[in-house]
């Protein structure tokens, strides 16, 4: 049934998506005393954990880092078991969370927000649901993810296949069996990486169909230990102040090196070193490796000899070699055993770069006039990142302009934060955000936080709107394509850039001019009293 029991209400704030961005957001607006109320679509806490559920799945950052920060309490009592986390220690501690923090009586689950129209002479969201309810709010929150509308690409005869069918990002809540199954796995991104080596060990035979290839680095992950472990709660409070100035967002040991200006020999040694320890640090091995294609050749080198040592079939190895973008322009994968993985005798790959699958069967796909017959596919096929899940709310601002309409050649914001027509409505790690050009769980708690204060200082000011003005929002955006265009990121088809959507413009959608820097910049913001932003008084007879 759904929940109607607050139908036709107004609350100061309503928040889209209960994962880690709705969870913290709501602990602090219902702290300051902002009534609040949070819409998910899953049934339970977790967002991204709720859904990736697929055999593999696992955190890339590493689980000291990869963990609320804003409790000492919290971070000083809970215990990840391993080095980089698998998703459901993850979703355990999301669950923790939400009961730590009583914070389930306020979300009703299993509800999708549809609509959130501003009205303008009433300065209110109102916002509707699937399930029928209406309800008012000053502030409307998309705490939404930027990697939560799962793409299955359009493929003739798709449904005309009698087999059974899963995505990465929507898998099943039950245990999926696929023993004795012929299984396709169409895309190798991180998802696919990730499950590839998992299903080998279970289906009867694996058939990964790769459009293009991806780098991959080993994550070399271990149970955690208690020195390690010690070693970061010891020192918590300094740790995280150095992640929260850090590029990344996250800690690890960055060389402030160029690649070239040491011996070929160094350079192998640091990559050797850096492939051992495991993990992104590997993309830490230079300062340059991102911004100088020659620097990056070097590392993009180094693995694709990797992938020789360890694929022995050399046709095989070679298909998996990326030579076509540069290393760590697409998301880099990070993998347990994914490379070895071919060498087994029930795993095979097929390079569709030159021949797209050309149809499903009822019983299989077609690709090259080949058919395969498979009895479960599996598409690792990956988002419609950044704008997806924004644009499947029909979102409205001032003069009913739809937020689609005005993010039509690409998003428009101001620090990735809000945009300009669309009062009181805030994202959460939002588009022109460092948000997945970082550690998300640091982002996620700065703009929170950044949010929290805005309420914050409205409330104190007698303010009843906030709005980004349209030259700071034109400057904002002009400045996050200049900081891509620095670097090599461009130049690679990814989903950072829209490329794997159709029609999608083509534009670097997170700011990767560094979370340090980007925080700097907020804060310098809030210091000039909110520069770039324009606020409207509460009107003197609304005013209590
Ligand atoms: O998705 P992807 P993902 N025919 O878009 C292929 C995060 N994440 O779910 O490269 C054939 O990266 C596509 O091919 P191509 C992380 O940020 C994190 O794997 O477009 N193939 C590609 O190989 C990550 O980047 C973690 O040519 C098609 C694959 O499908 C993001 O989520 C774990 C196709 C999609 O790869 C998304 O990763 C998992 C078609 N029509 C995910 N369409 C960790 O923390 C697409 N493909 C470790």
């Known amino acids: 049934m759904p929940d109607r029991r607050k139908a036709g209400t107004s609350v100061d704030a309503v928040i889209v998506g209960a994962g880690f961005s709705g969870l913290y957001l709501l602990h602090r ?9 949070v819409f998910e679509r899953g049934a339970d806490v977790g967002g991204t954990w709720y859904w990736n559920r697929y055999p593999g799945a696992r955190c890339d950052v590493e689980s000291m880092q990869y963990s609320y920060s804003f409790d000492e309490d919290l971070q000083q009592e809970w215990h990840w078991p391993e080095k980089f986390s698998a998703q ?39 916002i509707e649901t699937d399930t029928g309810e209406r309800i008012r709010a000053q502030f409307f929150v998309m705490a ?16 005309s296949y009698k087999g059974r069918t899963f995505h990465t990002g929507a898998w099943p809540h039950e245990k999926v069996d696929f023993t004795g199954e012929r299984i396709a796995v169409i895309g190798t991104g991180s998802s696919g990486i990730q499950a590839i080596p998992v299903l080998a060990q279970e289906a009867a035979h694996v058939t990964v169909f790769q459009r293009t290839p991806n780098y991959s680095l ?21 740790l995280r102040e150095n992640m929260r100035s850090s590029f990344h967002g996250s800690l690890k040991d960055l060389n402030d090196r160029p690649a070239l200006s040491v011996s070929e020999t160094e350079r192998q040694e640091t990559y050797q070193k850096r492939w051992d320890i495991g993990g992104t640090p590997f993309l830490g091995s230079f300062n340059d490796l991102l911004t100088d294609k020659e620097a990056n050749d070097t590392a993009a080198e180094f ?19 990326p030579k076509t973008y540069p290393i760590g322009t697409k ?7 994914y490379f070895e993985t071919y060498n087994r005798d029930n795993v ?22 080949k058919h395969y017959a498979v009895d479960s596919v599996v598409f690792a096929t990956g988002f419609d990142a950044m704008t997806g899940t924004l644009f499947r709310v029909d979102i409205r601002g001032r003069g009913g302009q739809a937020l689609k309409e005005k993010w039509e050649a690409g998003p428009r914001t101001y620090l990735g934060l809000m945009s300009e027509a669309f009062p009181n409505m805030f994202m959460i790690t ?6 997945v050009k970082s550690n998300m769980i640091i982002s996620i708690e700065q703009h929170v936080d950044l949010v929290t204060d805005s309420l914050v200082h409205m409330r104190a000011n007698g303010l009843e709107t906030m709005e980004p003005e349209r030259q700071a929002e034109d400057d904002w955006v002009d400045h996050v394509q200049e900081a891509a265009n620095r670097t090599l990121f461009p130049l690679a088809n990814s989903w950072y850039m829209g490329s794997n959507i159709p029609g999608k413009p083509r534009l670097f959608t997170p700011y990767i001019g560094g979370v340090g820097r980007y925080r700097q910049i907020c804060e310098q913001m809030v210091a000039d009293g909110y520069k770039g932003f324009r606020f409207e008084r509460k009107a003197a007879a609304a005013a209590e």
């Not at 998301?331 to 055993?337: A, E, L, N």
């Not at 095979?348 to 006039?369: A, H, K, M, W």
């Open 218 to 238: 080993p994550s070399q992950n271990c149970p955690m230990t208690d020195e390690y472990e010690r070693s970061w709660k010891e020192h918590y409070t300094d």
């Open 29 to 37: 607006l219902r702290g300051l005393g902002f009534s609040t109320r």
């Open 331 to 337: 998301r880099i994968c990070v993998d347990s055993g």
């Open 303 to 321: 693995v694709r000899q990797q992938i020789k040592k360890i694929v022995k079939d050399p046709a095989t190895a070679d298909l998996l070699g």
């Open 348 to 369: 095979d790959l097929v390079d569709i770069s030159e021949t797209p699958i050309e149809r499903f069967t009822p019983d299989g796909l077609v690709v090259d006039g």
């Open 144 to 159: 939404t993810g930027c990697i939560s509308t799962a793409q299955i690409p359009a493929i003739e005869g798709i449904d």
């Open 430 to 435: 939002g588009p022109g955000s460092p948000s």
């Open 88 to 126: 459901p220690d993850i979703l355990a501690y999301a669950n923790h969370v939400a009961d730590r923090f009583d914070l389930k009586k306020d979300i009703t689950f299993d509800t999708t927000v549809t609509a959130a129209h501003f009205d303008e002479a009433a300065r209110r969201w109102t």
